[in-house]
T-cell receptor, first 114, second 110 residues
């Protein structure tokens, strides 16, 4: 199993540009998450999904959109990039939302908006 | 989810046990204690979790006090590769998110 994979690893955007961060998991997990991590800070939840076709907002959803058309994929869309979105983005997945279930994280996408 | 308090940083000699404390005085009965770590620039890695009993796996041991208001993560023989930020997280029995604080920077030195 590859686990959780993310592409691209790095990206530089200009203000106002758009892009999609890709996330794929091969563990047949129902739950998927997007977090962002600003320098020196902990992770904050952007969006999550409990299964194909179902998504919900996390703590910091503004400026982002998500979709979940398949169990494996959970892309994150930035429509109008802003400098405040400069961050490292992590995708994660878990089998369920039970307290005993572990979230597995991808390697991250480092995004810079200039 | 309950809030946690961890020291900002700790040092440990290579080969010695690293004991990382965490206070979670407002933890409720159905909340689990989770530990993750993040090695520089990588995604967080699950270490261990527990409810009220002490737990051990191939990576670490988790000691939870009887009143569950604090816990200690123990890395029995720390190596240089254990240098990372360690996050203590309290999570309810059914919760969709992990709430990450600032964590403890553990520096293992030779």
């Amino acid at each position: 199993n590859a686990g959780v994979t993310q592409t691209p690893k790095f990206r530089i955007l200009k203000i106002g540009q758009s892009m999609t961060l890709q996330c794929t998991q091969d563990m047949n997990h129902n739950y998927m998450y997007w977090y962002r991590q600003d320098p020196g800070m902990g992770l904050k939840l952007i969006y999550y999904s409990v299964g194909a076709g179902i998504t919900d907002k996390g703590e910091v959803p503004n400026g982002y959109n998500v979709s979940r058309s398949t169990t494996e994929d959970f892309p994150l869309r930035l429509e109008l990039a802003a400098p405040s979105q400069t961050s490292v983005y992590f995708c994660a997945s878990s089998y369920s939302n039970r307290g005993t279930d572990t979230q597995y994280f991808g390697p991250g996408t480092r995004l810079t908006v200039l | 989810d309950a809030k946690t308090t961890q020291p900002p940083s700790m040092d440990c000699a290579e080969g010695r046990a690293a004991n990382l404390p965490c206070n979670h005085s407002t933890i409720s009965g159905n909340e689990y204690v989770y530990w993750y770590r993040q090695i520089h620039s990588q995604g967080p890695q699950y270490i261990i979790h527990g409810l009220k009993n002490n737990e051990t796996n191939e990576m670490a041991s988790l000691i939870i006090t009887e009143d569950r208001k604090s816990s200690t993560l123990i890395l029995p023989h720390a190596t240089l590769r254990d240098t990372a930020v360690y996050y203590c997280i309290v999570r309810s029995g059914y919760g969709n998110k992990l709430v990450f604080g600032a964590g403890t920077i553990l520096r293992v030195k030779s």
